[in-house]
């Protein structure tokens, strides 16, 4: 039996070619994934695929692959890497014979996908979809602001317990409803409270003293 006629040879080819092509562009490894995986791409698009058309399915196949580099330096809202993802599946699954060869083919290039992923954890990443990532740091930072301020804005509010507070409890001030401590005091629910302190989104209220409130 030709070792070239066995399907999981093809199916490993395909996986290992996919996996380390795609980790040469996820991190810097000199270019030795990126040898890797032209090397067990070759062998499966030469060995396996069976048309007359080999080099211009190898071709479609690294049009794909170009758009998710271009897509990670340049573009960076993740439009070209899926159709470039697109692209690679379509490149090993229409020249198939049949439906399962197909679908074998196209779980191999997704399992290799995804696990290149875990490259990421090991090497040293290269600087790919950085816009993607600051426009969310940015997102998340400028939310943190805006909620930190109005829990500032809550300081020496007054306000009343929804719970027992143990020390923890929900307070409603201003008509909403706060998750808040009571330094280690136990406030009944229905007491008349205050907030004297506020740590970021944290907030600690005191019981008013009856003889305190104002008429």
């Known amino acids: ?5 066995v399907q999981w ?9 996919t996996l ?10 000199r270019g030795i994934f990126g040898l890797l995986g032209i090397g067990f791409i070759s062998v499966y698009f030469t060995a396996y695929l069976n048309t007359d058309s080999v080099l211009l399915i190898i071709i479609v196949y690294f049009i794909g692959l170009l758009l998710i580099i271009i897509d990670g330096k340049i573009v960076n809202d993740g439009t070209l890497a899926t159709l470039g993802l697109g692209t690679m599946i379509a490149a090993v699954a229409l020249p198939q ?6 679908l074998y083919a196209v779980i191999a290039l997704l399992f290799g996908t995804g696990l290149s992923l875990v490259f990421l954890k090991v090497f040293k990443r290269r600087k790919m979809w950085t816009k993607l ?9 400028a939310g943190y602001s805006s909620l930190s301020k109005e ?10 317990a929804l719970t027992d507070f143990r020390p923890s409890g929900t307070v409603e001030i201003n008509k909403r ?9 136990w406030i009944e629910k229905g007491s008349k409270v205050k907030v004297v302190e506020v740590d970021g989104t944290k907030i600690r209220i005191e019981k008013i003293d009856d003889s305190t409130v104002t008429e």
Do not use: W
Request: no cysteine; proline share 2%.
């Open 1 to 5: 039996m030709d070792l070239f006629d």
């Open 9 to 17: 040879i093809g199916f490993l080819a395909l996986f290992l070619g």
């Open 20 to 29: 380390f092509l795609l980790g040469e562009v996820l991190v810097n490894m």
């Open 97 to 102: 014979p049949d439906l399962a060869s197909g």
């Open 133 to 141: 990532a600051l426009m969310d740091q940015l997102t998340k930072e």
């Open 151 to 160: 829990y500032e804005e809550l300081l020496e509010r007054e306000g009343e």
């Open 177 to 185: 409803h706060y998750s808040a401590v009571s330094g280690g005091h």
